[in-house]
């Protein structure tokens, strides 16, 4: 049996049909732990989630029914792994995302479809029950620009995932927009590491925006409309190393940027 | 090339990316290249590229895990040399 810190290959989530990345027993098995509660307490967190943001902060997405069938056909396209990359312009993207994605139901149906997330643990992690709530809600904080080692083991902790069959989100500008718009030069070197580390992965734009949100801030305004497109890429690159990481991660912001130009030209 | 020649190279090609010039004049193996330079953690590959660029060596990704501090850049370039 290998020991902590030793390389080991994972098993792999029924249907994935690929062999899980190496990582640490020790990553492995708190991966499967937080997995399993994430899944058995699927039920209330998923549910008083979606009511929260229906009822409570009275949000919608247009178009919901277009937005969920566009994502279901680029879903079954491939089994390859599937990354998703979005623009960031609020504290609860994440949330307001998956629900764009997929109904309540149909992430309590497919639960490994339901992203991870990575959000900045200098902005939901300070208290224990926050991190217990990070911990049921799919979430690996990260701090960004902290240790590179912590850093590592996140991105490690992705390819990983991704490597199983689930998916992660990312948001490739590595913190919410000062400017509002896509920053294309914030473009984060570890989301193209993680697409180049994990063979035939695919990459889901999404861009979303609600129609007050005229800048970054902590939440949509109240009663707000968020707009979502959807593009699946499949970077790719000659270059190797650190240049090769750097050059998949300005692909795929890249694609974010016309897809917002996309969006204020239809306006 | 020693280790001080090393470190004043590794100084010049940070200096464009530092944003806490006043941390700059008093640098030493222990600055941390994030935290007291202020180098925008996006930015660091860049670096990276540009040490590999200026010494003529290849740094792996994970490699760039290890950097923290302007010491822990030095001590891999020159593991590298």
């Given amino acids: 049996m290998a020991e902590d810190g030793e390389p080991v290959a994972d098993g792999r989530v029924a249907g994935a049909g690929r062999p899980a990345a190496a990582v640490s027993p020790r990553m492995a098995r708190r991966h499967a732990i937080q997995r399993a509660v994430s899944i058995v307490m699927g039920p209330v967190w998923v549910t008083v989630t979606v009511v929260g943001m229906y009822f409570g902060y009275r949000y919608r997405i247009a178009d919901v029914a277009r937005v969920r069938r566009e994502y279901r056909r680029l879903r079954a396209e491939s089994d390859a792994p599937l990354l998703v990359c979005a623009n960031h312009l609020t504290l609860v993207d994440s949330f307001l995302i998956a629900w764009a994605l997929g109904s309540a139901g149909y992430w309590l149906w497919h639960p490994d479809e339901l992203p991870w997330n990575t959000p900045e643990r200098t902005n939901f992690g300070r208290t224990w029950l926050h991190r217990a709530l990070l911990f049921v809600a799919k979430c690996v904080p990260i701090t960004r620009g902290g240790a590179r080692e912590d850093v590592g083991d996140v991105l490690e902790r992705v390819k990983y995932l991704l490597s199983r069959g689930e998916t992660a989100l990312i948001f490739p500008e590595a913190g919410r927009s000062r400017t509002g718009r896509v920053q294309e030069d914030s473009a984060a070197w570890g989301v193209g590491r993680i697409v180049g580390a994990v063979p035939g992965c695919r990459v889901l734009c999404v861009y979303m925006r609600g129609r007050a949100q005229a800048t970054w801030s902590d939440f949509p305004a109240k009663g707000d409309t968020m707009d979502v497109s959807l593009a699946c890429i499949e970077p790719k690159s000659d270059a190797k190393g650190l240049r090769r990481s750097r050059d998949l991660s300005q692909q795929i912001i890249r694609q974010l940027v016309r897809m917002e130009e996309a969006y204020f030209d239809a306006r | ?81």
């Fill in chain 2, 1 to 81: 090339m020693d280790q001080s020649e090393v470190m004043e190279r590794v100084v010049k090609i940070l200096t464009p990316w530092v944003k806490d010039e006043a941390a700059l004049a008093n640098v030493s193996m222990e600055t941390n290249i994030l935290e007291d330079l202020k180098v925008n953690s996006a930015r660091l590959v860049d670096v990276v590229i540009a040490f590999e660029d200026d010494f003529d060596i290849e740094i792996a990704d994970e490699d760039v895990d290890q950097v923290n501090t302007v010491g822990d850049a030095v001590n891999l370039i020159s593991s590298k040399l």
